[in-house]
């Protein structure tokens, strides 16, 4: 990792993390799970395939490919904290299953091979990347040709009835909720002003795009307060 703003991230994010899981469904309450499995059904059939859960965290994504596919799909789990992995490790049973590898990574420099991964899906991680260009590069790179990425993150409505409420939820609520049961309000200060600081969608599928994505879209859940993001690898044609 090459920034002292990337240290204090993954600092955060391996202090908050034993109430991390709690806080994702209080806060989002409970459209969160509703939305990865949204996202993983846009993967189509893995079935015998790879898939990279990145920004893992305690690996919700995870549970769902084995809720769908039992042990017949290859998963790996990768985060830069390493609290995040320990809680993930405990909660699927990693040790007992063959089929799962966590490691700690930083997803700008993923330890994969090329055209190794059928799937990567990425939960309310994206944001915090420093330099997300690179990393969506590097996720290419790990992509099979066809293979797919998705990728969720709220979003900020563009309907001020619902923008304004939502605006002022981030704002103050959850730093206010977030603060009292992490012990950490900072951290989910820092949540707030990473959604802001996020690209538009229009943005993030242009960046999606200019990464070498091919079919990028933005998919809007619940009035616009969250997007997936799909992108597809294409095939690779050497001249
Ligand atoms: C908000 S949590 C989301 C966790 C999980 N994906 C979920 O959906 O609940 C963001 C996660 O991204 C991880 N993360 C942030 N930047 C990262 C990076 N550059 N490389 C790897 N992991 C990163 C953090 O450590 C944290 O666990």
Known sequence: ???????????????????????????????????????????????????????????DFLQIFRELYG?????????????????????HKAKNDPGLVL?????????FEDNSLDAVTIGFGIRNV????????DILRTLRPGGKLVIIEPSIPKNRLIGIPFSFYF?????????????DRAAYK???????AFPSPG???????????TDAKACPQLFGTAQIYFGEAGIHIEL
Request: some cysteine; glycine content about 10%.
């Open 203 to 213: 943005n993030f599928v242009r960046l999606l795009k200019e990464a070498g994505f």
């Open 1 to 59: 990792m090459d920034t002292e703003r990337g240290h204090k991230i993954q600092a955060m994010f391996d202090r908050i993390s034993p109430r991390y899981d709690l806080l994702n469904r209080l806060l989002s309450g409970g459209q969160d799970m509703r939305w990865r499995r949204k996202a993983v059904a846009m993967l189509g059939d893995l079935q015998g395939k790879t898939a990279l859960d990145l920004c893992s965290g305690t690996g």
């Open 130 to 137: 420093v330099d997300r260009p690179k990393a969506l590069k």
């Open 71 to 91: 042990p017949d799909i290859t998963l790996y789990g990768a985060d830069f904290a390493y609290q995040m992995l320990i809680l993930a490790g405990k909660r």
């Open 190 to 196: 820092y949540l707030d002003s990473s959604v802001t």
């Open 171 to 183: 704002k103050h609520i959850m730093p206010f909720i977030g603060g009292l049961i992490s012990g």
């Open 103 to 111: 490691c700690q990574a930083d997803a700008m420099f993923l330890p």
